[in-house]
């Protein structure tokens, strides 16, 4: 993974080390289902798909039993509408029961084929039609075939989290987290967070052992294939205990060659017995949106960067700042600001020394020397500012570090500044001007 988004993941979420494949939602007719690769709303509107080239989607819900329009595709004349090639029975999708067809059906003076899924359940029925030529190349039937039998009715609940592509339905009492992106239970101790992690999911998924999950703390009590909207994932079960609590956490990540998802679901152990299955099936409910919002709408502060630096990219409800806005980033040591809230449930007592201690366990760095500290007042907020010299973990070269804590009542906003040792003396004031612009939404 990347230093600089290495670095920003840390601040989110405490680990060490988005997608192709992403689910369509035709909110009009209540339904979802994962498009396959570069296929894209059609020009003519409608709830259509179409890739120039390879093939058509096209859905539609109805008021009629299924059973009735399974009867009359099996009732077509296949000298008029085409030839019966296969009919699966009793398919099981999220949608409900139904059948999957496949026809071969005259066009012109050629033939084009033509997958047919029809799915009942709760009184009205999704059909699903996917055409493509049979000399597309590659051969996108398996693909198609895939994307039908992923297709489900939007369920009741369902929430983008904040700060990401992620759909999910919370469990019953949790609420929209502020610190994070994700859900809480104050309450109960209980929690889901979703973390976007710009990496292929086979990489990820195969960095995330055992042996490293116990490194951290986690240790593995079982790990099981998922398919979150048809994506490739895994849930794992781990036991942790911090600071004298014991915690289970459901850990699910999914995604495809382009990007993986990581929702964490976490409890006292004290509480399994009453969270275990609402955690799980909120985190088996996650999918994914087909477009970007505009996620710099979901950031719980506002910031003003200067010149070279500009927004790249959100990583949950922190912000990453490089420059130019490129990400990743071109040349490494290249200045990086992110900005990151955290969660405290109890006042921090000593602020000079919790700023102190952040700085010095900055992600992906060694030999970290504090120069200098100073109290500030930013957005009405105290904080403690720093500067500090360190060098890059892996390379050594030299590097300075900026950093402000500023603390609230509840938690903290930490805006750290990174950049290579030598071009300091402009990139430092920059920072200092950039963190001065920090507001609270």
């Known amino acids: 993974m990347n230093r600089h988004l290495t670095i920003a993941f840390l601040l989110l979420v405490g680990l060490a080390p988005a997608a192709g494949a992403a689910t369509v939602r035709f909110e009009d007719l209540g339904v979802t289902l994962a498009a396959p690769p570069e296929f894209a709303p059609a020009a003519s509107g409608g709830a259509v798909l179409e890739r120039a080239g390879v093939g058509r989607i096209a859905v539609r819900v109805v008021e009629d039993d299924w059973r009735g329009i399974v009867a009359g595709l099996r009732a077509e004349d296949p000298v008029v509408s085409g030839r019966l090639l296969e009919a699966t029975e009793d398919v099981k999708v999220p949608a409900g029961p139904g059948v999957l067809f496949e026809f071969l059906r005259p066009e012109g003076e050629g033939e084009t084929r033509e997958l047919v899924l029809v799915a009942g359940g709760e009184g009205r029925t999704v059909v699903v039609e996917a055409s493509f030529s049979p000399r597309a190349d590659p051969d996108p039937r398996a693909a198609l075939r895939e994307c039908l039998l992923s297709v489900e009715r939007i369920p009741a609940g369902q929430q983008r989290v904040a700060g990401t592509q992620v759909l999910l339905v919370p469990p019953p009492g949790f609420a929209v987290a502020e610190a994070f992106s994700g859900f809480a239970d104050p309450a109960r101790g209980a929690s889901i967070m ?62 495809d060659g382009k990007g993986t998802v990581l929702v964490t679901g976490v409890c006292p152990a004290e509480q399994e017995a009453a969270l275990a299955k609402p955690l799980r099936e909120a985190l088996l409910s996650a999918r994914l949106l087909d477009a970007a919002p505009d996620l710099r709408a979901d950031l719980p502060f506002a910031l003003e960067a200067f010149p070279p630096l500009r927004f790249a990219r959100n990583l949950g409800k922190s912000a990453l700042y490089t420059k130019g806005g490129v990400f990743p980033v071109a040349e490494a040591g290249d200045p990086l600001f992110v900005v990151a809230p955290g969660l405290s449930p109890t006042p921090v007592a000593d602020r000079l020394a919790a700023a102190r201690a952040a700085v010095l366990r900055t992600a992906e760095v060694k030999e970290v020397r504090i120069l200098t500290s100073a109290e500030v007042t930013i957005d009405g907020l105290f904080g403690v500012e720093i500067t500090a010299a360190a060098a890059d973990a892996r390379s050594g070269e030299p590097l300075a570090l900026y950093q402000v804590m500023l603390f609230g009542e509840q938690g903290h906003y930490r805006m750290l500044g990174m950049v290579r040792e030598k071009d300091k003396a402009a990139t430092l004031a920059l920072f200092t001007k950039t963190a001065r612009t920090f507001r609270r939404k």
């Not at 998924?205 to 116990?214: G, H, P, V, W």
């Not at 998922?226 to 942790?240: D, E, F, I, N």
């Open 194 to 255: 979703v973390a976007e992690i710009p990496g292929p999911y086979r990489i990820v998924a195969r960095d995330m052992t055992d042996d490293r999950l116990l490194a951290g703390g986690m240790a593995v009590r079982s790990r099981e294939p998922a398919r979150p909207g048809g994506l490739p994932g895994v849930l794992l079960t781990v036991t942790q205990v911090r600071e004298g609590t014991e915690y289970r956490k459901w850990l699910l990540l999914f995604g």
